[in-house]
Structures are given as C-alpha cells and as structure tokens.
C-alpha cells in the first residue's frame, strides 16, 4: 500500500469517526431535548372549568409519570382559547409555527377544534383532543396524526334515544346551542329516539354561549312534551338547570340530556340538578381501582372533585406516554409513533378502553342519576360503543 493510499484510509477513517462522533451527540439530544406540549384551551368563558379540569387531569397523570414523556422532560406552551372559533386558526398556529410544539393538545369547543384539525393535517402535527366531539374530526377528517381521548358528540346522545323511550316517553322537545357540539348531539339522540318511535315535536336553538333561556323554557311549558332533551354544559348548563327548575318545569316535564348537562357543576347547580337522569362515558361512582387512585389523587391536589373532562386530560397524558415510551420519546418514524399510539390500551378512570381505527375511543356509555354531588352510575346504556366512522380514510 502506497503512503498516499493508506493516508486517504485514515483519512477516511479519521473522517468518518468524527461524523459519528458529531452526530452521536446530536441524535442523543434530539432524544433528550424537552418535549414540547401545546396546550390550546378554554380558560375563561362559559368553558373555562372544563379547560381547568382538563390541565388538571394532565398533569395528575404526568406527575403519575415522573414528569416524563417517552423519558424526556416535558415544556408546556399555554394559550387560552376563549372557544372563540373566530381566534382559532391564529391560536392554533402561534403553537405550531412559533412555538413549534411536538404535540398540540386541544380542544374543548367543537367549532374551535375543526380550525385544530386543518392546521394538523396540513402540517403533519401531532394531535390529541381531549374534549371536542366534532363527528368529523375522527370521520371525514380523520388522519394519522389527529387522536381523542373523549368522545364524538355522537356517543353520549345516541343511548338516551333508546332510554327515554324506554322510560315511556314520546313525544320530546330538544333545546340546545347552535353550533357543531349542540346540533350533533340532537341529531343523535333523535336519530335513535325515532328509530324506537318516538317523535320530535319541537328542536329549538340558541346562539352559543347564550344563557337567555326564559323563552324557550315558557315555550317548553306551553307545548308540554313528555320530557326534553338538551345539550348544554359548563356555567350554561348551571343557569339552564337552574331556570329549568325556578319555572316550576322540573317535576312536571322530565329533563335529560347528554351527561355534560350535571358534569362538573353539581355543586352550583344545587337542588336543581337532583335526580336528573344523563348518558355519558364516565360517572362518579364508577366501581374500579383506578376511579378511586385518581379521584382521591385529584381531588387531594387541586381541592376538588374530578369530573369527566379531568378524565379526558388525565387519558390524553397516559396516551402520550404510553404511545412515546414505545418509540423512547422519540418522533423521528412517525408511522412507528402513530402505530404505538393505536395500540396503547388506556387503564382510564372511566374503565378500559381502547382505541378505534378511526382514533376514538370505543368505550361504555353509562346512565347516571344525580344524587347530592354526584354522578352515580345506575347502568350500562351501551356497552363498548364504537362511533360509526362514516368517511374516515385513514391514509398511511
Ligand atoms: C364540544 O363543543 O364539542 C363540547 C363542549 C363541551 C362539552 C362537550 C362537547 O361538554
């Protein structure tokens, strides 16, 4: 071998110990690096309690991890929502662009999460809703990198169609907000109330987040249905329960609803929400282990009772976890990330569940009867229902 030959060798293996050596660092610390979390959600508004509970929940889950995700240290980047859909795309985009989040986290309102979902898609950025049941969000638009820890708005109505007619009722009024979650949630309880036989006789609506009720409620009173449906839920729900009943119309025309009507406000909505009957994927009194760990651990640390949207937090934080500890915290094989997340089995409050093809979770609805400050579970409306999915071509 020539003295020049054996030089360039050394060369070439001076050259290629020192890419190793300059990359080995780089690599380890794209590992280590913190992860960035965006939180978008509703921390003032008539929401402002579920977007609390919501970051709550999270962060009982995470301090359940070591304050760890995928073995990286974890930074939060907060904006306030306000569910104000005009904002969103803006809000959305500070996260992403400026920002650059590894995951958005969000949201509470149907219509802000849309704006969410687009920005998603359009950038390939990991996200988990916690709350909004937007149908389309896990249907139409669905996608690989978009998940949710909660519900479509379709879940929690479609059981109360089938249990109110079950209950002898036939003829129902519907009242609700005008806006994607309200008018969802209507449509699915009347698609399986009149599938049973029952009747619709009036849907009524008002602009989200209006609580000027005393209208409808004097129309409600003059059109005497057998019993009312509504979606209503934060400090709406509160006023709307409390109107109901100071009109005299709570013993005389039984009201129901998807659960979020009494979830999260029994304490102020008081004597008027006793015995109201609801359908929603978790209760208070759900008899498991964890229900009990996390309800004492949450309640221990922020003072109050935890509710369904602490739940959706704390199942949104133990997705994560479970999904990056699979791939070691790293978002280098996205199909290797999202397959993990598929697969990770949620050990919820609410019960066990898992994860559809469409990214919903396939979980019990349960019936729930107010009593004192509680949601308690008195049956299983529907077991391990599964959203229908219409549209949703997951592209790989
Ligand atoms: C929604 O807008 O999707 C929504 C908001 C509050 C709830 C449930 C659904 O409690």
Request: glycine share 10%; with cysteine.
């Amino acid at each position: 071998m020539t003295t020049r030959r054996r030089f360039v060798q050394q060369l070439g293996a001076l050259a290629s110990a020192s890419a190793v050596g300059a990359l080995a660092p780089t690599f380890a610390r794209a590992q280590s690096a913190k992860l960035r979390v965006g939180l978008m959600l509703p921390y003032t508004g008539t929401y402002a309690a579920l977007g609390t509970a919501i970051t709550q929940g999270f962060n009982i889950a995470l301090e359940e991890n070591g304050g760890k995700l995928g073995g990286r240290d974890v930074e939060f980047f907060t904006v306030d929502d306000e569910s104000e859909p005009a904002k969103a795309t803006d809000n959305a985009n500070r996260l992403v662009q400026r920002d650059k989040v590894d995951v958005l986290i969000g949201t509470v309102h149907s219509g802000v999460v849309m704006a969410m979902v687009k920005i998603a898609r359009d950038t390939g950025t990991l996200l988990v809703i916690p709350n909004a049941g937007a149908n389309a969000a896990t249907r139409s638009q669905c996608a690989p990198n978009i998940f949710r820890t909660s519900f479509t708005n379709w879940q929690p109505a479609h059981p109360m169609g089938k249990v109110m007619y079950e209950r002898g009722h036939r003829k129902v009024v519907t009242l609700t907000w005008k806006y994607g979650a309200g008018e969802e949630s209507v449509e699915s309880f009347k698609e399986a109330f009149t599938k049973q036989g029952g009747a619709i006789v009036k849907e009524m609506y008002l602009p989200f987040p209006n609580v000027e009720f005393q209208p409808f409620i004097t129309e409600i009173a003059s059109l005497r249905p057998d019993a009312v449906f509504v979606f209503f839920a934060g400090g709406g729900a509160v006023k709307f329960t409390k109107d109901y009943a100071a009109a005299g119309l709570k013993d005389k025309i039984p009201l129901y609803g998807s659960g979020f009507l009494t979830d999260g406000t029994l304490e102020a909505q008081g004597a008027s929400a006793q015995g109201l009957l609801t359908t929603l994927h978790y209760g208070d009194g759900i008899e498991n282990a964890k229900n009990k760990q996390f309800r004492y651990a949450y309640g221990k640390k922020y003072g109050v009772q935890a509710d369904v949207y602490a739940v959706q937090g704390y199942d949104a934080c133990l997705l994560l976890a479970g999904g990056l500890a699979a791939v070691k915290g790293s978002f280098g094989d996205k199909k290797a990330l999202y397959g993990a997340l598929e697969k990770v089995k949620i050990d919820s409050p609410r019960g066990v569940w898992t994860m559809s093809k469409a990214h919903n979770p396939i979980q019990d609805i349960y019936l729930r009867r107010v009593e004192g400050n509680a949601n308690q579970v008195i049956g299983i409306a529907w077991k391990a229902l599964d959203d229908p999915a219409n549209g949703c071509k997951m592209q790989a």
